[in-house]
């Protein structure tokens, strides 16, 4: 009888328990990186067998990537990169593997320290991956925040399947809501993180209850600048030139990925080409010095080693062009104003982000410039981003 009991109480608890979090039929795997030796051999092989183009002397980084530097940074790579360091250094956060809606999605989920935590997604951008979070990582759990970093589709570890801003959207409020059955989260993001996570905020304000951008998304065209303030047209003025200096990889990536990704996916200094010149770029530094004053060696050749490894710089640059066909054919939510409350960040190394911009594009409760970083503010100030972060979802401003 008491054995009967017994199995009736766990019946009923695991019941209760169906009911009160609505578990999903996803199976989710733990997954480990385990990039195989054959590849890292052949890798080490394509580097030894460079065919160096020439470039103009004292070139630095007028041209483009300065190749004296990828020259020393390739063989640093042959000679002293590690890659296994960096792979069991990853492999201490817990990752996992699952399928949502036919693709599968690699993420982290790291529990947060304390009591009631609160889980926060976080979205990352191109070129980087899920490694643009690792130094946060520990900051944020230590904030007492579930921490949840999936790779988009098409980028590091998950399927090779390109989706448009709104198809990942969706597929990571499957995975927060589905999968891992929280009712409510918070989410941040910069770069292509940005559109994700405004279409989270926008398709599921119910579950999305605030958003924390380092950019809030910029001019489409359509904008009649004459019915703007003088600050709003010097910004638009200058996007407009930073279009015509620096835009052409987003004009390629939206049009024609497959012509570049035949040469980068065969060459892994022609794609560290391309990846390393956007994080000198976009990186803080009004002395342009060397690009090791923001990213460690080690750092740029980890994240362009998971391009090179999992193959996906065709795929991911695909989500350009899969964002530019729903855009041109409909209009997304992810270009849509944001009504749930938003901190934006603004970071030197980005483009200006006037106050006044942000207020077009987002419901703004908090608006902070800082001194310092970039683009990558997460990877390259980990401390001030995180501890901005933190302030902003546990504060009063985030919850109005």
């Known amino acids: 009888m008491k054995k009967l009991l017994n199995t009736l109480l ?10 009160q979090n609505k578990p999903n039929m996803h199976t989710v795997q733990p997954f480990k990186i385990e990039v195989p030796q054959s ?32 020259r020393k940074l390739t063989d640093y790579w042959i000679n002293q990169y590690d890659w296994r360091k960096h792979e069991a250094k990853l492999n201490e956060f817990p990752q996992f593997m699952v399928e949502i809606d036919g693709v599968k999605i690699h993420f982290l989920h ?15 951008g191109w070129p980087d991956c899920f490694y643009r979070f690792y130094k946060a990582i520990p900051l944020l759990t230590e904030q007492n925040f579930d921490v949840i970093i999936p790779s988009i589709p098409g980028f590091g570890f998950s399927d090779h399947v ?5 198809g990942t959207a969706e597929i990571f409020y499957k995975l927060m809501t589905d999968v891992l059955g929280y009712k409510t989260f918070v989410a941040a993001g910069g770069d292509m993180g940005t559109g994700i996570t405004k279409g989270l905020a926008n398709m599921y304000p119910q579950a999305v209850k605030a958003i924390f951008l380092t950019d809030v998304g910029y001019p489409d065209g359509t904008e009649d600048w004459s019915k703007m303030s003088p600050a709003l047209q010097e910004f ?4 407009q030139q930073w279009w015509y200096s620096e835009g052409a990889y987003n004009m390629m990536h939206s049009t024609k990925p497959q012509t570049l990704a035949n040469g980068l996916n065969d060459s892994p200094v022609g794609l560290a080409s391309w990846i390393l010149e956007k994080f000198y770029t976009w990186r803080f530094d009004p002395a342009k010095h060397d690009i090791e004053s923001s990213f460690t060696k080690d750092e740029l050749l980890t994240n362009i080693t998971i391009y090179w490894v ?7 640059m695909r989500t350009y062009l899969e964002t530019a066909r729903a855009t041109y054919s409909g209009g997304l939510k992810s270009a849509q104003y944001v009504s749930v409350p938003t901190a934006v960040a603004h970071f030197p190394g980005d483009g200006p982000l006037p106050k006044e911009w942000a207020e077009r594009m987002v419901n703004v409760k908090r608006y902070k410039v800082f001194a310092d970083g970039g683009h990558f503010a997460a990877l390259e100030k980990p401390e ?16 109005k």
Do not use: C, M
Request: aromatic share 12%.
């Open 10 to 19: 766990i019946i009923i608890l695991f019941s209760s328990s169906f009911a």
């Open 39 to 70: 590849v890292l051999d052949d890798l080490k092989t394509r580097l030894q067998q460079t065919r160096w183009t020439d470039s103009p002397e004292n070139a630095g980084w007028n041209y483009g990537t300065n190749t004296d530097y990828l």
């Open 110 to 124: 790291i529990k947060g320290k304390g009591p009631n935590p609160k889980p926060l997604l976080l979205s990352h």
């Open 162 to 166: 390109s989706k448009n801003l709104d």
């Open 236 to 239: 638009g003025q200058f996007i």
């Open 310 to 316: 999992t193959q996906t710089i065709n795929s991911s």
């Open 384 to 399: 001030i981003w995180a501890k901005e972060v933190s302030d902003f979802f546990w504060s009063d401003d985030a919850s």
